[in-house]
């Protein structure tokens, strides 16, 4: 299973950063290669419509993504939506880029309130690029991430991770041959 984690923030003592790497941990656990991303690391420019649609980054960005069959998005909120850096990177892909992919959703929030905007964000952006997205979604304080996350929260993590996984199996395996009592013969 290629799974591709895509954290928001590239700073290694970023509390989104360390949630992805840990994400990294978890879904190579349960069996997953996994390619991790971020804005920073992989240095798009920006997608304000002036860019030439043969950019080499951007095929090269595009044919990655092509290599995985889920994924695993983490962002803090940033004025209740996910970061423009991430955001960038889903507008470098085509249409409907992520048909039959798996998509789960991590957020951060800063604040007291939980990150829900940005994934439902996050979410609507999923779907539109074609994806199916992992019904239940990780929120967090940035705080909880940076003291280390408790036995309960580690265990929401890890449900994510492992749904993301069992769904996406699900989509690329074939269906059985219907029996044939099923056809009434
Ligand atoms: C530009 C900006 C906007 C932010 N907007 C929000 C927000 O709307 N709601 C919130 O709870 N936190 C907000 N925050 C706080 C971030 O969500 C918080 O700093 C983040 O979770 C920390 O992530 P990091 O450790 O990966 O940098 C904002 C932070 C920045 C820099």
């Not at 997608?47 to 962002?75: H, M």
């Not at 074609?130 to 280390?148: I, T």
Request: hydrophobic share 45%; with cysteine.
């Amino acid at each position: 299973m290629n799974l591709m984690v895509i954290a928001a923030i590239g700073r290694e003592s970023s509390t989104t950063n360390m949630l992805g790497r840990q994400i990294v941990g978890i879904c190579e656990g349960i069996g997953c290669d996994v390619d991790f991303v971020t804005p920073t690391a992989l240095a798009l420019p920006v997608n304000d419509g002036t860019l030439p649609p043969d950019l080499p980054a951007a095929k090269a960005w595009q044919e990655r993504v092509a290599g995985a069959k889920a994924f695993i998005w983490i962002s803090p909120e940033y004025h209740s939506g996910m970061t423009g850096g991430i955001k960038n990177l889903f507008d470098h892909l085509g249409k409907e880029a992520l048909r039959g992919d798996v998509v789960g959703l991590c957020a951060l929030a800063g604040g007291a309130m939980a990150a829900l905007n940005t994934l439902n964000g996050m979410s609507i952006v999923a779907r539109s690029l074609g994806a199916w997205v992992a019904p239940d979604y990780c929120a967090f304080n940035s705080n909880e991430v940076k003291q280390g996350l408790d036995e309960r929260a580690c265990k929401r993590l890890e449900a994510l991770c492992q749904s993301v996984v069992d769904a996406s199996r699900r989509l690329s395996a074939p269906w059985p041959e219907p029996a044939q009592a099923d056809l009434g013969i």
